[in-house]
Structure formats: C-alpha cells, structure tokens
C-alpha cells in the first residue's frame, strides 16, 4: 500500500466558505502482510484516509496506490470492517458471510465451502445457524471479520473494530484477530484510540497530526509475539512506547477532547 503526498478537502461548510482539508501532504507505505496503526487525535482524517484506501473516496492530490495500481474506485483486494458489525440482522451468521460472495460469479456450494472455511478460522462453526441477534458482541465482529476475509482481500482495513466492547472481550477479540490476521499474512491497517491496542497488535504505528493530517512520527514496535497481543502489552517495552505516544499525542495536556 502506497500513498504519496496525498491531500483531501471537503467543500467549504458554508456558501462562500474556503474548502475544508482533512488530511495533507500524507505520504506512507505499507509491506505485504505488515500490520500498521495509526493512531491520532480525533478529527484529523484517520476514517477519511481509510475512506481513500478503500475506494470509496478519490484524493484531491496526490496518488494512492495498491499492489502498484492506483485505486480508482471500490476493489475487491480491500476488506474493510467498522466499529459497528453491519451484519444483516434477517440472516444467519453463515447467510452474512456468504453476503458479500454474492456479487461474484461464483457457484452456491462454492460460496458455502468459503463461508465455512472463514466461520472456521474465527471459530465460529458452531454458530452458523444463529442470527446476530442470538451471539454476542464479540462474536458479532468475529463474524464480521469472517465475512470481510471472505472475499480473500489482500489488504484489510479496520477502523477501531473492537472499541465498542468491554474490556475483556476485547482482549479477547484482540488476540483472535491477531491469531487469523497472521495466519492469513494479510496486510493490515488498524485505526485505533486505543494506544496499548496499536502496540499489542502492530509492527509499525503511524502517529497522525491535529487536522489537517499528516504523519508526524513513525514507530517501529519491535516486539515478537504479533500473534498474541496479551503476551505482549505485559512487556516492560510496550508500557514505554504507550507512555511515548501519550506523550507525542500530548494526551496529559489536551482539553479539548
Ligand atoms: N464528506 C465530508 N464532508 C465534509 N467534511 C468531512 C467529510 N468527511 C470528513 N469530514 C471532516 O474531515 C475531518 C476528518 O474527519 P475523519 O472522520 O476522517 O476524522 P477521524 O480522525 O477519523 O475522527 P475520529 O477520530 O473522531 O473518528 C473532520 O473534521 C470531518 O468533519
């Protein structure tokens, strides 16, 4: 994943008004099967940048481009999940995976093998005849990851996917993800308020500056274990990157959250 010197604006709010840019001079890349967050304060374009990661929304400058071709439009090598599931709530966890399958020429036993292969790896089989409604939030993203990796995308786009859980689920959550995304070796761009999030889960985290966004600061992680973010948020190293990006975010200072 390629951006270079990419910039949004928004039309002014009001008649007359200047155009409104959420992002600029954004520049970054990311490896096959690498996991990057970007974390930043709130309103400086994180959702706007994934929106134009995804095709879902053109730059006003600059070049983004996936496997050295630029995105022009929505593609099926990018996953995108939200915060909120989005399941179907008229149909079962194995109907909503097998959703996104059916724009694709493909046959009815064929879209079935592929849902359940996806409901398996997030351990979900049991659950296939369930309605949302009858699972819980957790198993709600987990279906919902199971049928954005359905559609064997490349790249998967997540923004902030485990913030409305409590606590516990989402360490839980965090570690099942982190298991299926390494396993699959898919490249990954999480967005996140969560700092020790970033660090559990990431190789490289994106600091974004205050509107309009650009990166600011680059951190490597460096920690093994990618697969288990519970492993790792206890070591002496991660507490001292979060109290780093606590700092870089001047989150002890800022009043204006
Ligand atoms: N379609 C749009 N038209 C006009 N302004 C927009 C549009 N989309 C986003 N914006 C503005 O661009 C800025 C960046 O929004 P964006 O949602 O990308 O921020 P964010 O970093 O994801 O915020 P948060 O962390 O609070 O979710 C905001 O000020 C928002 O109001």
């Not at 949004?8 to 990057?36: I, K, M, Q, Y």
């Not at 593609?75 to 194995?94: A, C, E, H, I, Y």
């Not at 992680?221 to 700092?247: M, Q, S, Y």
Request: aromatic share 6%; glycine share 8%; proline share 5%.
């Amino acid at each position: 994943m390629e951006l270079q010197d990419v910039a949004r604006r928004f039309p002014g709010r009001t008649v007359g008004a200047p155009p409104f840019t959420a992002v600029r001079n954004l520049s970054f890349d990311v490896r096959r099967s690498e996991f990057v967050s970007i974390v930043g304060p709130s309103g400086c374009g994180k959702s706007t940048l994934l929106n134009l990661v995804a095709g879902l929304d053109r730059p006003s400058e600059g070049r983004v481009a996936l496997n050295g071709v630029e995105v022009s439009g929505p593609n099926s090598s990018v996953g995108f999940m939200l915060q909120k599931d989005l399941l179907l709530p008229w149909r079962t966890v194995l109907h909503n995976v097998e959703f996104g399958l059916e724009a694709r020429k493909m046959s009815g036993s064929e879209r079935r093998q592929r849902a359940m292969r996806e409901l398996e790896r997030c351990r979900l089989t049991e659950f296939a005849d369930r309605y949302p409604y009858q699972i819980s939030g957790g198993q709600r993203q987990r279906a919902a990851l199971a049928r954005t990796l359905a559609i064997d995308p490349d790249v998967v786009l997540l923004d902030e996917p485990f913030s409305a859980l409590d606590a516990q689920t989402k360490l839980v959550l965090q570690k099942s993800f982190a298991g299926t995304i390494a396993s699959s070796g898919l490249t990954t761009l999480l967005i996140t308020h969560d700092l020790s999030e970033a660090v559990a889960m990431s190789d490289r985290i994106l600091v974004m500056s205050d509107r309009p966004g650009r990166i600011v600061e680059e951190i490597e992680v460096g920690l093994p274990d990618r697969d288990n973010p519970i492993a790792r948020v206890a070591t002496p190293r991660a507490g001292e990157i979060v109290k780093h990006l606590f700092h870089s975010l001047h989150i002890d200072t800022r009043e204006d959250a």
